[in-house]
């Protein structure tokens, strides 16, 4: 089974950054769009940031604008989440996220189903907090 594996989560203090990866040992990123997701506690599953394969990106969370930034490494078989001036209420676990099944998976959506996709992370945990 396809398995992505997200790292870089932490504690970090209002206004600072973190940098989360999402890596596959198993396949190869460059073929699929990546969607990141956060769950805060007791919240819904939301999609944050969506990369293309040609590297297009797409922004579904208005609070995250101008502070999130997602890239990818082909050569090095990775997504990045790059959030900068972090506030308490980014604080969630946030998954990377993709559809494997078929060419449906190669590009970022106006919408996000949650359902559309098939191969996820565990989640990396980010709290920001003083």
């Known amino acids: 089974q396809l398995q992505l594996v997200e790292s870089g989560g932490g504690l970090v203090q209002p206004g600072g950054s973190l940098r989360l990866s999402c890596a596959a040992s198993?396949?190869?990123?460059?073929?699929?769009?990546i969607v990141w997701f956060r769950q805060a506690p007791g919240k819904e599953r939301e999609a944050v940031l969506c990369?293309?394969?040609?590297?297009?990106?797409?922004n579904y969370a208005d609070s995250v604008k101008g502070r999130f930034t997602i890239s990818r490494d082909n050569a090095k078989n990775t997504v990045y989440l790059e959030m900068n001036s972090l506030k308490p209420e980014d604080t969630a676990t946030y998954y990377c996220?993709?559809?494997?099944?078929?060419?449906?998976?190669?590009?970022?959506?106006?919408?996000?189903?949650?359902?559309?996709?098939?191969?996820w992370g565990q989640g990396t945990r980010v709290t920001v907090a003083s």
């Open positions: 996220a993709a559809h494997t099944r078929d060419t449906y998976g190669s590009s970022c959506y106006e919408t996000i189903y949650l359902s559309e996709y098939d191969t």
């Open positions: 990369i293309s394969i040609t590297g297009d990106s797409t």
């Open positions: 198993e396949f190869t990123l460059d073929y699929y769009a």
